[in-house]
């Protein structure tokens, strides 16, 4: 069973409009991560959480805001959509600064 | 520029050969991470090689800090281990992990 659970796997957005990338663990990890990998560029980091609190922030845009209602939860909701926000967004945990794990990501296709 | 450089961008082998990827990097390193990406686009986790050399079934990792490098080796290729290799930086900011552009691997039957 995967512990990093990402919903959904797949999204088809309009230009314009906003979603919400979810990401729970159940590896009882302290720390949650937002990465994106688009056609164009490597894998990149954007965001990391520690106990529901923004530690480091990579992301240039305020249309990306992570959320973090639990402590095993940290979703990402992203508004005013683009076609160059199209790509795969990866969750990530780890316990304190140990290597993540990653989640098999969502897929979001912005036409 | 780049701070994890990953090569070759792309190799094709045919089963059974061996396969050796180069990742070099620019920065302080905590420790090097190689994953593979299948197909699918899910990522697993292969190695995490501060230093030194790790061995797992067919994979060995070698990461050499002074000569800022690491390396994964393949031995005796099979047509599933086609997919796409990470390598990814670890310099000591916690997980925030600096990602190579991957080289993409076909093996031929």
């Not at chain 1, 973090?68 to 683009?82: E, F, G, M, R, Y």
Request: aromatic share 10%.
């Amino acid at each position: 069973d995967p512990k990093i659970i990402q919903k959904p796997k797949y999204l088809v957005a309009v230009t314009g409009s906003e979603k919400i990338l979810i990401c729970e663990q159940y590896l009882g990890h302290n720390a949650m991560y937002w990465y994106r990998q688009s056609a164009k560029k490597p894998l990149e980091f954007m965001f990391s959480y520690s106990y529901q609190k923004l530690m480091d922030n990579q992301t240039a845009s305020s249309r990306f805001q992570p959320q973090s209602s639990k402590k095993n939860h940290l979703d990402l909701q992203i508004t005013a959509l683009k076609p160059d926000d199209s790509a795969t967004y990866f969750c990530a945990s780890s316990q304190d600064m140990e290597a993540p794990l990653f989640g098999e990501g969502t897929r979001l296709s912005v036409l | 520029g780049q701070q994890v450089q990953q090569s070759p961008a792309s190799l094709v082998l045919q089963e059974g050969e061996n396969a050796e990827l180069q990742c070099n990097f620019s920065t302080s390193l905590n420790s090097m991470q190689w994953f593979y990406q299948r197909p699918g686009g899910s990522l697993v986790s292969l190695f995490y090689n501060p230093s030194g050399t790790k061995h797992s079934g067919r994979l060995t990792s070698t990461t050499v800090i002074k000569e800022r490098r690491s390396s994964l080796h393949i031995s005796s290729s099979q047509t599933t281990d086609s997919g796409t290799y990470l390598c990814a930086l670890d310099n000591n900011a916690g997980a925030k992990l600096t990602f190579g552009g991957g080289t993409r691997l076909t093996v031929r039957p």
